[in-house]
């Protein structure tokens, strides 16, 4: 080791004087993808992180029985190693328990491998739109700070991601995982930078959402129906089932939106809850009509009996009479129509509305199936 680094400059990378740029071969081996946050918008995964590059200036002689050598992390700082970072990272660490968790392995060839063990919050580019029918796509992005691509390109190695197959999410399902090479340059830079990428595709678990939020909110909704089938003077009892159910159908609204970011477009979760809402809004403002009609039966019924009540002392008492039998017909006949009114409104409101809901549930599950909002 000491002949090797005698005149080993780590400040100067390889093939520098022939302007051979360094190929860089990356293989990510990832150990799990912990959180996956909606509201503020990033994913944290924990990998090995696997470069291997040749640097003919590490070659030695194998003849004394030496495959490669293992240096230790206080020696590594005497080679040169590519200057990596993750493009989208937000926060990230190299782990230190018990000692940094970080290899190198040099070659007799000059062949380098280099690995570390990295834990870091990305960020992820989501498109909220058809939340929580939704599918993602979260990318990682590794790019060379300094150098650009006369001097170091990177590329995927034969096996780029390495990753347990059957990994399980709480939210979501790997669908898969899709690498590419991104070289790009920069305002007011001539030269571009190398560039690697990889593409995690996500489809959201549907079930927690079906039973916490749709199937809930479902019931609610067919809740504020039974007021149409009880007795129109039963104020208390349909004005109970309203106010119940546009509470409940308010505060399970907020919850379900609580955990997400304030977003400027409409989500699918926003137009179901708004409809359960209107629905059972409607189905108190229905009571409230036939309530009306009620009311106003029994205010005529009562002014009619003031009525004749009353003597009359300039009539003989046959006009008495007779006009006390037509007043009566007279009201007998508007309380029958006005309370055929009110049964009839709750009569039509029991086919009506759980027609136009089930109508809704049909085109709002059709449309959220069949469409695809664009993820780039």
């Keep these: 080791m000491e002949q090797i680094f005698e005149k080993y400059d780590p400040t100067v990378p390889p093939n520098f004087m022939e302007e051979i740029p360094v190929e860089s071969s990356i293989q990510l081996y990832i150990l799990s993808i912990d959180t996956i946050n909606d509201s503020s918008m990033d994913f944290s995964v924990s990998m090995f992180i696997r470069q291997r590059w040749t640097d003919i200036r590490l070659k030695y002689n194998n003849t004394i029985g030496v495959s490669r050598l293992e240096l230790d992390t206080k020696v590594m700082k005497n080679v040169w190693v590519p200057d990596m970072f993750i493009t989208n990272e937000k926060k990230a660490d190299i782990h230190h328990v018990t000692v940094p968790n970080m290899l190198m392995h040099i070659y007799p060839n000059g062949n380098i491998l280099y690995s570390m063990r990295v834990t870091g919050t990305f960020s992820c580019e989501m498109n909220l739109q058809k939340y929580p029918l939704d599918k993602q796509i979260c990318s990682l992005g590794l790019e060379s700070y300094a150098y650009t691509t006369d001097n170091l390109v990177y590329r995927w190695n034969d096996d780029p991601i390495v990753y347990d197959k059957h990994m399980s999410l709480p939210q979501f399902q790997l669908d898969g995982i899709t690498t590419y090479s991104c070289d790009k340059g920069y305002h007011g830079i001539k030269h571009k930078y190398t560039c690697l990428k990889m593409d995690i595709a996500l489809t959201r678990n549907f079930g927690y959402h079906l039973t916490q939020i749709y199937i809930p909110s479902f019931l609610i909704v067919i809740l504020s129906w039974v007021s149409f089938w009880i007795n129109v003077d039963a104020t208390p009892a349909r004005i109970s089932i309203g106010i119940l159910t546009v509470l409940t159908i308010a505060t399970q609204s907020s919850g379900a939106r609580e955990s997400l970011p ?94 136009v809901f089930l109508t809704f549930n049909f085109f709002y599950w059709s449309v959220y199936a069949l469409w695809e909002p664009e993820l780039r």
Aim: positive net charge; aromatic residues 10%.
């Design 262 to 355: 304030k977003v400027s477009y409409v989500k699918a979760i926003d137009i179901w809850m708004a409809v359960c809402l209107l629905f059972v809004f409607g189905a108190l403002i229905e009571f409230a009509f036939v309530n009306v009609l009620s009311r106003v039966e029994r205010r005529r019924k009562s002014s009619r009996s003031k009525q004749s009540n009353e003597p009359n002392l300039h009539s003989n008492d046959k006009t008495i009479n007779r006009d006390k039998m037509a007043d009566f017909i007279l009201f007998v006949k508007r309380s029958l129509t006005n309370r055929e009114k009110a049964r009839i409104v709750d009569k039509l409101s029991r086919v009506i509305f759980p027609f």
